[in-house]
Nanobody, 124 residues
Framework: QVQLVESGGDSAQAGGSLRLSCVVS????????VAWFRQAPGQEREGVAI???????TFYADSVKGRFTISRDNAKMVYLQMTNLNPEDTAMYYC??????????????????WGQGTQVTVSS
């Protein structure tokens, strides 16, 4: 079965940087969509960044565009490089994977495999 384990979450000062990592096991390969989502206390989970291998495209939420970068170096590792952090980025961050090869937005619906999350806290 598919398993995803996130790491790298921490407390940071505004303007700082963090790099989140996700180790993927199971049948997910480089042709499958992978993504990062986040959920702040009292709010719904939202899409942050996604890789769509079928189209070779990446997608970012407007709130993180130009600051965050999603990448993968193989089917087993997914990263989220976060720079210029601000308190609005405080949330639990989740790594996710889909059986789909084509993903077109940051909707949760294609993603059926989820990690347990890693906490990011940004202070002013």
């Amino acid at each position: 079965q598919v398993q995803l384990v996130e790491s790298g979450g921490d407390s940071a000062q505004a303007g700082g940087s963090l790099r989140l990592s996700c180790v993927v096991s199971g049948h997910i390969n480089s042709r499958n969509c992978v993504a990062w989502f986040r959920q702040a206390p009292g709010q719904e989970r939202e899409g942050v960044a996604i890789i769509s291998p079928g189209t070779g495209r990446t997608f970012y939420a407007d709130s993180v565009k130009g600051r965050f970068t999603i990448s993968r170096d193989n089917a087993k590792m997914v990263y989220l490089q976060m720079t210029n952090l601000n308190p609005e980025d405080t949330a639990m961050y989740y790594c996710a994977a889909a059986d789909a090869n084509y993903c077109y937005d940051l909707s949760q619906w294609p993603f059926h495999y989820w990690g347990q999350g890693t906490q990011v806290t940004v202070s002013s």
